[in-house]
């Protein structure tokens, strides 16, 4: 077969490909988009329930509905501002996956800390059992704004898989919701977990 002919059949496999390409790149957009308008109805749900009682998770409590981009929210405020930024960077590519990151608890006050801890050894019915979930608030690192509780089941698995490129790290084996901002694992992945916060030399104090 001559040149002459060959040119124009590569030609039109070439702009074949771009069509292909181009249109992938614009459904990625759409898709990340309709996540980010989603998240944004939700956010402003929140808000606008929080206007009405200005008192509504003051204690690191967590309205319904409540996403890392929800500033208005004390759990989400408080937290710690290079673990917050990690966790919307990672949520805004998460979006490309369809999957949305809900805030289950961020950071909480030493007062509810000391509440769930005291509904936590009725529920476990020891303190030594208790221990296992919750810590008590002279340790816990929800009241320093430094952990987060993220859901659902599709959210907690991507940051399992995708976490450590963010320097979002799962610490406990018993708790597939709770992460925490370690920098060092962008270069050398996330640092074995604790079977439990009774494990966590932090929690001997």
């Known amino acids: 077969m001559s040149s002459s002919r060959t040119i124009p059949i590569r030609r039109i496999r070439w702009a074949l490909l771009v069509i292909i390409a181009a249109g992938a790149a614009a459904f990625g957009t759409i ?3 309709s996540a980010v308008a989603l998240g944004q109805q939700s956010s402003a749900a929140v808000v606008t329930r929080i206007a009405g009682d200005p008192t509504l998770g003051a204690d690191g409590s967590v309205p319904d509905g409540v996403t890392v981009f929800d500033g208005a929210v004390p759990a989400v ?10 966790l919307r960077r990672a949520a805004t590519d998460a979006a490309a996956d369809d999957v949305t990151f809900t805030v289950n608890s961020g950071w909480r006050s030493p007062e509810y800390q000391e509440q769930l801890l005291r509904d936590a050894v009725t529920e476990y019915g020891s303190t030594e059992e208790a221990a296992r979930w ?13 952990a987060i509780d993220i859901g659902p089941w599709d959210a907690t698995a991507w940051l399992s898989e995708n976490g450590a490129e963010y320097g979002l790290c799962q610490i406990y084996a018993n708790e597939s919701w709770h992460f925490e901002l370690r920098p060092d694992a962008v270069a050398g992945g996330c640092p074995e977990m604790f079977a439990d916060p009774t494990a966590d030399p932090r929690m001997q104090r």
């Open 134 to 146: 919750v810590a008590t608030p002279e340790t816990s690192p929800h009241v320093q704004g430094a």
């Open 31 to 33: 898709a990340v988009v």
């Open 77 to 86: 405020a408080n937290l710690d501002p290079d673990l917050l930024d990690a």
